[in-house]
């Protein structure tokens, strides 16, 4: 086998050049335009399918460095807070209440999936966690945490594998339903959207070349300077708070900081121009969520899901099916049954088989071709990059202790 690493410098080359791939294809496949499929994923999916053509026929492993990646995740995050409103998180009390409630009902829907999949092919029931939120809601980095200590208190040998391999699925599938789903209750429904906002990820789909005029090197620029104040904020409130003892991701308190400059700074600040809801930051926020999107899929070693065959086909089937229920028939219906809720349903299901960029994706591909719904890019992300973990990691240590 020869393995062929890529610097980080030409792998973020790729993920752009993968990213037009994708742009590509949604251009030319009815299917993935018509069902809001995110250019990065189609274009990702494309190049993992490439390097499993590579690995199996000639024997070249591709590993791309993807230091770069996380870095475009953090600014992401940030971009996401600077378009937080103090209004809209007032508003979306109640819906960021339900959108918990709800996450938490399926994270034991989702276990408990997983131990019926445990018990149909005779697996230790810790094993269980595996094939639900530790790998699906918790992706790869919570399977990979889970994983040596359910193998040596189980003595079952494949818990890494089965881990990693549940949220490489669980991603693939995240990023394929998002949109189909979205669009069957927007259809169904006949659901417009209310809001007039600047985009809040990306671009319209249809839009005048006269609405571009805000966009120039300085309002980028701008954008830029406000991004990277509240990412180093961000890095120095994460050191305190991990010599508290609590250990966070990066892109938390770098998204909680940004909330919070952008509703202090500008009114402190009046005659600054604030970059929160500009086609600029919009932008930026795209670009990265593409690329990080991009490079996420494209670097996926699909051949290490041969081995683990039809245990984790049928239990990703069931998980797959349990989730489109959930979403269509309950969560859809207690949101509001409106477009925000169909908006959130296609980020739903992003998070809850993927992970939060799956899920913003998913719903900024909707938005760019129905209109816009800003209340849900910020109650999810509160959602899904922060409460959720903390549950999950309660929830999954019951069903391990089980």
């Given at each position: 086998?020869?393995?062929?690493?890529?610097?980080?410098?030409?792998?973020?080359?790729?993920?752009?050049?993968?990213?037009?791939?994708?742009?590509?294809?949604?251009?030319?496949?009815?299917?993935?335009?018509?069902?809001?499929?995110?250019?990065?994923?189609?274009?990702?999916?494309?190049?993992?399918?490439?390097?499993?053509?590579?690995?199996?026929?000639?024997?070249?492993?591709?590993?791309?460095?993807l230091?770069?990646?996380?870095?475009?995740?953090?600014?992401?995050?940030?971009?996401?807070?600077?378009?937080?409103?103090?209004?809209?998180?007032?508003?979306?009390?109640?819906?960021?209440?339900?959108?918990?409630?709800?996450?938490?009902?399926?994270?034991?829907?989702?276990?408990g999936?997983?131990?019926?999949?445990?018990?149909?092919?005779?697996?230790?029931?810790?094993?269980?966690?595996?094939?639900?939120?530790?790998?699906?809601?918790?992706?790869?980095?919570?399977?990979?945490?889970?994983?040596?200590?359910?193998?040596?208190?189980?003595?079952?040998?494949?818990?890494?594998?089965?881990?990693?391999?549940?949220?490489?699925?669980?991603?693939?599938?995240?990023?394929?339903?998002?949109?189909?789903?979205a669009?069957?209750?927007?259809?169904?429904?006949?659901?417009?959207?209310?809001?007039?906002?600047?985009?809040?990820?990306?671009?319209?789909?249809?839009?005048d070349?006269?609405?571009?005029?805000?966009?120039?090197?300085?309002?980028?620029?701008?954008?830029?300077?406000?991004?990277?104040?509240?990412?180093i904020?961000?890095?120095?409130a994460?050191?305190?708070?991990?010599?508290?003892?609590?250990?966070?991701p990066?892109?938390?308190?770098?998204?909680?900081?940004?909330?919070?400059?952008?509703?202090?700074?500008?009114?402190?600040?009046?005659?600054?121009?604030?970059?929160?809801?500009?086609?600029?930051?919009?932008?930026?926020?795209?670009?990265?969520?593409?690329?990080?999107l991009?490079?996420?899929?494209?670097s996926?070693?699909?051949?290490t899901?041969?081995?683990?065959?039809?245990?984790?086909?049928?239990?990703?089937?069931?998980?797959?099916?349990?989730?489109?229920?959930?979403?269509?028939?309950?969560?859809?219906?207690?949101?509001g049954?409106?477009?925000?809720?169909?908006?959130?349903?296609?980020?739903?299901?992003?998070?809850?088989?993927?992970?939060?960029?799956?899920?913003?994706?998913?719903?900024?591909?909707?938005?760019?071709?129905?209109?816009?719904?800003?209340?849900?890019?910020?109650?999810?992300?509160?959602?899904?990059?922060?409460?959720?973990?903390?549950?999950?990691?309660?929830?999954?240590?019951?069903?391990?202790?089980?």
């Amino acid at each position: 086998m020869n393995q062929v690493f890529i610097p980080a410098f030409p792998a973020v080359t790729i993920g752009i050049i993968v990213f037009f791939m994708g742009a590509f294809l949604t251009r030319k496949v009815a299917f993935l335009q018509n069902y809001s499929i995110p250019e990065p994923v189609s274009g990702g999916l494309a190049a993992a399918l490439i390097t499993w053509v590579l690995f199996s026929w000639f024997q070249i492993e591709i590993q791309f460095d993807l230091v770069v990646r996380d870095t475009l995740l953090v600014i992401f995050f940030a971009t996401i807070g600077l378009n937080a409103r103090l209004s809209d998180l007032i508003a979306g009390g109640r819906l960021l209440g339900l959108l918990l409630l709800m996450t938490l009902v399926f994270i034991v829907l989702q276990n408990g999936v997983g131990l019926i999949g445990a018990w149909l092919f005779d697996l230790p029931n810790a094993v269980a966690v595996l094939l639900g939120s530790a790998s699906l809601i918790g992706g790869h980095g919570t399977a990979i945490a889970w994983g040596p200590t359910i193998e040596s208190q189980t003595g079952f040998a494949a818990a890494d594998e089965i881990g990693v391999a549940s949220a490489t699925l669980g991603l693939v599938c995240a990023a394929l339903i998002g949109g189909p789903i979205a669009k069957y209750l927007i259809d169904r429904n006949s659901l417009v959207a209310k809001s007039h906002d600047e985009p809040v990820v990306g671009m319209p789909h249809k839009i005048d070349e006269d609405e571009n005029r805000d966009i120039d090197h300085v309002s980028i620029m701008r954008t830029f300077l406000a991004t990277n104040v509240a990412i180093i904020l961000g890095y120095v409130a994460n050191l305190a708070i991990a010599e508290a003892g609590l250990k966070l991701p990066l892109f938390v308190p770098c998204l909680i900081v940004a909330i919070i400059m952008s509703n202090t700074v500008p009114h402190v600040f009046p005659t600054i121009t604030w970059p929160a809801r500009t086609r600029a930051l919009a932008v930026v926020s795209d670009y990265c969520l593409s690329i990080f999107l991009a490079m996420s899929l494209m670097s996926m070693q699909l051949w290490t899901l041969s081995g683990l065959g039809m245990t984790l086909l049928v239990v990703l089937i069931l998980q797959v099916t349990v989730a489109i229920v959930f979403i269509v028939f309950v969560f859809f219906r207690l949101i509001g049954r409106d477009y925000t809720a169909a908006v959130l349903s296609a980020g739903f299901a992003g998070f809850t088989l993927g992970a939060t960029p799956t899920a913003i994706a998913n719903m900024s591909s909707v938005t760019k071709r129905y209109g816009q719904a800003p209340l849900a890019f910020i109650v999810l992300p509160l959602v899904s990059a922060f409460f959720v973990d903390l549950a999950n990691a309660f929830i999954i240590q019951f069903f391990v202790g089980l």
